[in-house]
């Protein structure tokens, strides 16, 4: 009798396995587009959750940094699990970089409207994704889909949030190894900071880059000399006082967050260190320049943080409220 060759071995077994495999087992644990089409008779989840954003966008449109923020330090931390917006006197919420995190009643009312069509079907991870999406094209202007099918996670302590969210003075070669833990390239970090082109900061994060840049008793040498006297008025040197710094003064979304590096304007000492390090400025000059490649660019890279360490299939849970484990 003759022995079959090792490609016959082989394609014989995988014949096997695919005629074997349980395919809707495995789709129901990934992340797809449109996860909820169906799932909720003829009711679009994505719409429904859209109607609550934009309402709130119409009388806040600051709810773009907020829930930026938000997704970003959930997926951050455990990955995207929604352990952010569980309460609790030891929950993450109660850990110090959280503490001015906003967007949870957000998130409250989007949970509210979709269970209100079909209860316990769709996640909190999920809204805070989508939601984030819809937040930036109410303001970027250019939606990227999002990918669904996330769980629920069962832990949220704040001590983990130190350990894996990058601190808000940390270097770029020190971010660019916390991202790298994440899967996230460097390009990808460059373009994910580009939502600082929204929001705010307080001065307690600057005054060493305004008066005492790395313990020289003189300002970030880096730092357009207009730049510092205005932020200086913001952020006087002997006060307890701690304002707040508008990181743009453009309330959109858009590039000219990488224009203001390369004009040695940026806010935060990572911003700027962005336009100077050699494996972040390359894409920083790009972006600068070319204006149409940003949104498409940065939706891909929300895309991908929100890919972090997900959750799915039969792992987790569906909360009945986002601030909450189940009862089990």
């Known amino acids: 009798m003759k022995m079959k060759s090792k490609a016959a071995v082989i394609s014989s077994s995988l014949v096997f396995i695919l005629s074997n495999w349980a395919w809707g087992d495995w789709w129901e644990g990934a992340l797809q587009v449109g996860f909820y089409r169906g799932k909720c008779g003829i009711a679009d989840v994505e719409a429904i959750v859209a109607g609550v954003v934009t309402a709130r966008f119409v009388r806040d449109p600051t709810i773009v940094a907020a829930l930026l923020r938000l997704q970003y330090h959930d997926c951050f931390v455990n990955g995207c699990d929604a352990s952010i917006l569980v309460d609790g006197s030891n929950s993450e919420k109660k850990a110090p970089p959280n503490l001015s995190v906003r967007g949870f009643d957000i998130i409250d009312d989007a949970k509210a409207a979709v269970d209100r069509i079909c209860p316990g079907v769709v996640s909190c991870a999920d809204l805070i994704i989508i939601a984030t999406r819809d937040v930036v094209f109410l303001s970027l202007?250019?939606?990227?889909?999002?990918?669904?099918?996330?769980?629920?996670?069962?832990?949220?302590?704040?001590?983990?949030?130190?350990?894996?969210?990058?601190?808000?003075?940390?270097?770029?070669?020190?971010?660019?190894?916390?991202?790298?833990?994440?899967?996230?390239?460097?390009?990808?970090?460059?373009?994910?900071?580009?939502?600082?082109s929204v929001g705010v900061v307080h001065c307690s994060l600057l005054k060493d880059r305004l008066y005492n840049f790395r313990n020289t008793g003189r300002p970030d040498p880096t730092m357009d000399p207009f730049l510092l006297n205005l932020l200086r008025l913001r952020c006087p040197q002997n006060t307890p006082t701690n304002n707040i710094v508008n990181l743009d003064q453009n309330p959109f979304m858009d590039n000219s967050y990488?224009?203001?590096?390369?004009?040695?304007?940026?806010?935060?000492?990572?911003?700027?260190?962005?336009?100077?390090?050699?494996?972040?400025?390359?894409?920083?000059?790009?972006?600068?320049?070319?204006?149409?490649?940003?949104p498409s660019r940065f939706g891909a890279a929300m895309v991908k943080l929100g890919a972090i360490e997900v959750l799915t299939g039969s792992q987790g849970e569906i909360r009945r409220s986002c601030r909450a484990f189940n009862e089990h």
Do not use: C
């Not at 911003?271 to 494996?279: G, K, V």
């Open 141 to 196: 202007g250019v939606r990227y889909e999002v990918q669904t099918g996330r769980r629920d996670g069962l832990v949220s302590l704040p001590q983990n949030v130190s350990l894996f969210l990058p601190p808000p003075l940390a270097s770029v070669s020190h971010s660019i190894a916390l991202f790298a833990n994440k899967g996230l390239t460097p390009t990808d970090m460059v373009l994910l900071l580009g939502a600082h």
């Open 258 to 294: 990488y224009q203001r590096l390369l004009l040695k304007r940026g806010i935060l000492p990572i911003d700027q260190e962005l336009a100077l390090h050699p494996l972040t400025r390359g894409t920083v000059m790009t972006l600068a320049t070319r204006w149409f490649d940003f």
